[in-house]
């Protein structure tokens, strides 16, 4: 089975379960969700890597170590985790804050511009940690043997958003994940350091095919995502 078809795979099970939940949807139509981005390096772990609980009250350096620095595959890069929950519910904010925030995000440069800090706020009081915001899926520009590819990359386990924080910065190496490898056609594991994020925010009236921009989002990697789902 080629790596294409275990995306395919990928995919089908992704929409098996949109489909079960009863999420329906739409390319063409109005949608409302939450959105998280994760901003990480990854890299094929050594087979003598070993995890160092390291941290006190203020810092948190755990981390992987080992002796010989040489991961057991060539295979690393950097990779973008979307997060979204596409089953929020909405109906608790105000009227007029949504359409404040719709002019945040679909209004003037200057109306963005002067609504940002409102809307940051906002988020923290109405999405930040109101409800959990799945992994959807994975993203990268990575090397296999020294050759670059930019492709769809598969993560287990399942989870959802963390925040990164190391105590001093957005910094932080998460444990225990494994990545397809799409050459060896098997989950290997890996060292994954997340350096950057979009926190939890709302996505609000989004239509794919409208093409619409909205500065801290990847629409197009969303409308790529959701057209393979073929729901």
């Known amino acids: 089975m080629s790596y294409q078809d275990h995306l395919e795979h990928f995919f089908s099970l992704r929409a098996t379960s949109f489909i079960k939940e009863g999420i329906n949807l739409s390319m063409d139509k109005k949608l409302d969700f939450t959105y998280a981005k994760l901003n990480c390096s990854f890299e094929s772990l050594p087979k003598d890597a070993v995890w160092i609980e390291d941290y006190d009250e ?5 981390r992987y170590e080992s002796i010989s620095e040489i991961g057991e ?6 990779i973008n985790l979307y997060f979204m929950n596409f089953k929020f519910d909405f109906s608790q904010i105000d009227t007029d804050e949504r359409k404040k925030y719709l002019r945040y995000l679909y209004g003037t440069e200057e109306e963005s511009g002067d609504l940002s800090d409102w809307a940051m706020l906002f988020d923290m009081d109405n999405i930040y940690n109101h409800s959990s915001i799945p992994h959807q899926f ?9 050759k670059e590819f930019d492709d769809y990359l598969i993560l287990e386990p399942e989870f959802e958003y963390i925040e990164p924080w190391n105590g001093k910065s957005g910094d932080e190496e998460f444990k225990d994940f ?5 050459t060896e056609n098997k ?28 500065p801290w989002m990847e629409i197009d990697k969303v409308k790529d995502y959701i057209s393979r789902l073929k729901l």
């Open 138 to 146: 994975s993203y990268g520009n990575f090397k296999i043997d020294g």
């Open 187 to 214: 989950f290997v594991p890996v060292s994954l350091y997340a350096s950057n994020e979009i926190g939890q925010c709302a996505a609000l009236e989004v239509v794919l095919n409208d093409n619409t921009s909205i």
């Open 58 to 62: 203020s810092y948190n350096n755990s």
């Open 178 to 182: 494994k990545m397809y490898h799409p």
């Open 73 to 78: 595959y060539d295979f690393k890069g950097e």
